[in-house]
T-cell receptor
Framework: GEKVEQHESTLSVREGDSAVINCTYT??????FPWYKQEAGKSLHFVID???NVDRKQSQRLIVLLDKKAKRFSLHITATQPEDSAIYFC???????????WGLGTSLVVNP | AQTIHQWPVAEIKAVGSPLSLGCTIK??????LYWYWQATGGTLQQLFY??????VESVVQLNLSASRPKDDQFILSTEKLLLSHSGFYLC????????????FGPGTRLTVL
């Protein structure tokens, strides 16, 4: 079946540095790639997304890059802060646009 | 403003017992609704989604069923719990267009013993 692979299971950075989380997908028809954040013991909330009609999107300190040829997308968090520490999930749509396939999550730790 | 409420907050149940988890969305008519299961350790799996009352699509079979009896309510249930059902159950809603952001509820933590 179709998959989304999230390459970093854990990532540790120093406060102020950038963090990059990479995901790859298998479905060539995928066109929507959201990112969600889950803080310890809490639910998920939306962070940023990108659609296949663009290859870059930025929202404040967050940048998402999409490489359709390589079937890869990545989340860049610049100038990291301790409150960025959380698990980040990537996902992509598959076939029916109401279905998402999720990566396994990346635990990001930002050290002061 | 829209709010999403899940109940119960947590449950401890015996293997073989029935289960019913609920989710209610207020402030949004005709939302798309979703059930997710998150294993201990973080893996997230979409279980069901619904775009209208009475219609539920299954994404993965885990011996669970879902129903949408009202526009703002989504129910997850099973008649016989398995140990493997333990985890964190999340309900989410989105607006009724393609590629819409999903808003997650606070979740229900289920422990099956």
């Amino acid at each position: 079946g179709e998959k989304v692979e999230q390459h970093e299971s854990t990532l540790s950075v120093r406060e102020g540095d950038s963090a990059v989380i990479n995901c790859t997908y298998t479905d060539t028809a995928s066109s929507y790639f959201p990112w969600y954040k889950q803080e310890a013991g809490k639910s998920l909330h939306f962070v940023i997304d990108i659609r296949s009609n663009v290859d870059r999107k930025q929202s404040q300190r967050l940048i998402v890059l999409l490489d359709k040829k390589a079937k890869r997308f990545s989340l860049h968090i610049t100038a990291t802060q301790p409150e960025d520490s959380a698990i980040y999930f990537c996902a992509s749509n598959v076939g029916d646009n109401s279905k998402l396939i999720w990566g396994l999550g990346t635990s990001l730790v930002v050290n002061p | 403003a829209q709010t999403i409420h899940q109940w119960p907050v947590a449950e401890i149940k015996a293997v073989g017992s029935p289960l019913s988890l609920g989710c209610t969305i207020k402030g949004k008519s005709s939302p798309n609704l979703y059930w997710y299961w998150q294993a201990t350790g973080g893996t997230l799996q979409q279980l069901f989604y619904s775009i209208t009352v009475g219609q539920v699509e299954s994404v993965v079979q885990l011996n669970l069923s879902a129903s949408r009896p009202k526009d703002d309510q989504f129910i997850l249930s099973t008649e016989k719990l398995l140990l493997s059902h333990s985890g964190f159950y999340l309900c989410a809603w989105s607006r009724d267009w393609a590629y819409a952001e999903q808003f997650f509820g606070p979740g229900t933590r289920l422990t099956v013993l």
